[in-house]
């Protein structure tokens, strides 16, 4: 069993910066993957990034290349979000997942654990 923490979030205007934190815990975590997701009110959960967790590879939706960085840190078990320039459409809650299988990089339904979400809003 894997938990995830997720912290860092808030409220910040538009033009700043936040960075998420996703902290794993439980008796073994071999992710293959960790990702970001996000989901604002009304709307499906997107996908916002992801960083193979052994290699360091990262992906990033269209919308948040050259403003968010995903990197990890192995001996801490957390996986981190880097938020800049952000956007009204950038409200939502955050999630970070855990794929266990390396299955997939952007669909959220064949991630494996979830952490409980944060919240982000960003004022005009």
């Known amino acids: 069993q894997v938990q995830l923490v997720e912290s860092g979030g808030g409220l910040v205007q538009a033009g700043g910066s936040l960075k998420l934190s996703c902290a794993a815990s439980?008796?073994?975590?071999?992710?293959?993957?960790m990702g970001w997701f996000r989901q604002a009110l009304g709307k499906e959960r997107e996908f916002v990034s992801a960083?193979?967790?052994?290699?360091?590879?990262?992906y990033y939706a269209d919308s948040v290349k050259g403003r968010f960085t995903i990197s990890r840190d192995i001996a801490m078990k957390t996986v981190y979000l880097q938020m800049n320039s952000l956007k009204p459409d950038d409200t939502g809650v955050y999630y970070c997942?855990?794929?266990?299988?390396?299955?997939?990089?952007?669909?959220?339904?064949?991630?494996?654990?979830w952490g409980q979400g944060t919240q982000v809003t960003v004022s005009r």
């Open positions: 997942a855990a794929d266990l299988r390396g299955s997939t990089w952007h669909r959220p339904e064949l991630y494996d654990y």
């Open positions: 960083i193979s967790w052994n290699v360091g590879i990262t």
């Open positions: 439980g008796q073994t975590f071999n992710a293959v993957r």
